[in-house]
T-cell receptor, first 114, second 117 residues
Framework: GAVVSQHPSWVICKSGTSVKIECRSLDFQATTMFWYRQFPKQSLMLMATSNEGSKATYEQGVEKDKFLINHASLTLSTLTVTSAHPEDSSFYIC??????????FGPGTRLTVL | AQSVTQPDIHITVSEGASLELRCNYSYGATPYLFWYVQSPGQGLQLLLKYFSGDTLVQGIKGFEAEFKRSQSSFNLRKPSVHWSDAAEYFCAVGSWGSGGGADGLTFGKGTHLIIQP
């Protein structure tokens, strides 16, 4: 149990385009999901907290207009990177909170912006 | 603000030898502590967690960790490592939000574990 999936696992896009990444909790409902960003050989940095039915809460320094988050249901949160640029290339990881508030992580999405 | 320090970027251990990965945290209240493992191409897997109670926590894959409040540490140990343990290990600290739900985690920079045959 407690499986979190992400789609796509890998995406390449042109500079200026937008990319949507989905995060799904497959066998449980998650009122809260988190989005993290991981640069190569570095740690995960929390970007935002996504609560079902409400606006996301962004960490300091994260542009909310750049990284649009929607949490439309208890099993789905989406992250849209708008007008992507090469510096947005990174590994994006989501997590979903379980029954006891522990976090289960998705496998990540590698974004490459050309 | 909370923070996590993993002082060892790389650690090399011979297969069958014991392992200890260090983690120090900074947090004003009682911390909620986690160890995750990340293998190439795979997501983060929770090894163990400490919320309260017994300070020696048992996890999966033969790992354990001990919470020492006086030292602000939560070191990960394994008595005998296997080649399959080679991976990136992250220590993380969490907290509860004002609404009672979990806040996002603060991660250390990770320790890359190399297993020598």
């Amino acid at each position: 149990g407690a499986v979190v999936s992400q789609h796509p696992s890998w995406v390449i896009c042109k500079s200026g385009t937008s990319v949507k990444i989905e995060c799904r909790s497959l066998d449980f409902q998650a009122t809260t999901m988190f989005w993290y960003r991981q640069f190569p050989k570095q740690s995960l940095m929390l970007m935002a907290t996504s609560n079902e039915g409400s606006k996301a809460t962004y960490e300091q320094g994260v542009e909310k207009d750049k990284f649009l988050i929607n949490h439309a249901s208890l099993t789905l949160s989406t992250l849209t990177v708008t007008s992507a640029h090469p510096e947005d290339s990174s590994f994006y990881i989501c997590s979903a909170t379980g029954l006891y508030n522990e976090q289960f992580f998705g496998p990540g999405t590698r974004l490459t912006v050309l | 603000a909370q923070s996590v320090t993993q002082p060892d970027i790389h650690i090399t251990v011979s297969e069958g030898a014991s392992l200890e990965l260090r983690c120090n945290y900074s947090y004003g209240a009682t911390p909620y502590l986690f160890w995750y493992v990340q293998s190439p191409g795979q997501g983060l897997q929770l090894l163990l967690k400490y919320f309260s109670g017994d300070t020696l926590v048992q996890g999966i894959k033969g790992f354990e960790a001990e919470f020492k409040r006086s030292q602000s540490s939560f070191n990960l140990r394994k008595p005998s490592v296997h080649w399959s343990d080679a991976a990136e290990y992250f220590c993380a600290v969490g907290s509860w939000g004002s609404g009672g739900g979990a806040d996002g985690l603060t991660f250390g920079k990770g320790t890359h574990l190399i297993i020598q045959p």
